[in-house]
């Protein structure tokens, strides 16, 4: 019984520190897209993937750090305490809401696999100055798409290697390669495995943010700019009509969204689209260490407060 009343207690506390996280996070997402939409690319992208996963990370942290000692610390073992209708209802419940994420993400790598095998059946590999595997396929479409989370791998049409110049190509690459040193199909994993509603708008915005930092990081020159966006217009005629798979980056997304923003981003390059935020760096070591030394020196405190209010939530 003991045993079974702490992992009701831990799922509980989980579930709702989980799901009142993420209904604050898409009431105010309106007002935090207004801000990320101040930043540079890549700062946006890393900022907008941090908050969609602030909900999970925060409730495993406290189920971890607070719940579970204090459960285990200043629970009488001893006492045949039953358990309230609440914590089996929470408990059930995140039960119910892992499965579903895992159900997801098994969905996902599996629609995944079935499509790119398909792609990639007779798929010839190029010699390319590229640190990446490169594949031709004999179908038109997908123009090109980098595959893989452990396998990385990009697939590349032979009519998109026909339309784009040489350096045109090079910068596509490029692109894709940026994807996969930021490792974006994990992040499109991650996503399947906490989905919550009201959460497509900031899902939406990430992915957003993580082609315009992948166009970032694929030039440097204004002239390595225009040759990006000439592949974008180029291939853009090539993109499939059905939806890609869950877990690859298409070079040019089906829906072409972003489409003419990225083309005028990349038209208009300068050499300080990149911002550095290297500067936020010590300020955030800083808020660590203070941080770090307040959670030590009050942590008794805090673990008698949690096994309160435990107490609270079983009776």
Known sequence: MFALRGLAVSLSVFVMVYCALSLALSLAWH??????????ARRAADLLFALRMLPLATAAATTAAFTVPSFLLLEPRAVDEPIGAAPVILGLFALAAGIAGIANVVHA???????????????????????LPILRISQPIPPMTAVGIVHLRILLSSSAQLLLTPAELTMALNHETAHFRHLDNLKKLLLRLVVFPGMRGLETAWLDAAEMAADDAAVSTSSEALDLASA??????????GPTPELSVAFVHAKGSILNA???????????????TRRLAPYGLAAAVATTAAFVITYSQLLASAHKATEWLVR
């Open 109 to 131: 790598l599996r629609q995944t696999s079935r499509t790119v095998s398909a792609w990639s059946s007779g798929a010839e590999s190029l010699q390319f100055p590229h640190s």
């Open 31 to 40: 007002r935090v897209r207004l801000w990320t939409q101040t930043l540079a």
């Open 262 to 276: 990225r083309v005028e981003r990349l038209i208009s390059w300068k050499c300080d689209t990149q911002r550095t």
């Open 232 to 241: 974008l217009i180029k291939l853009s005629r090539l993109v499939p009509a």
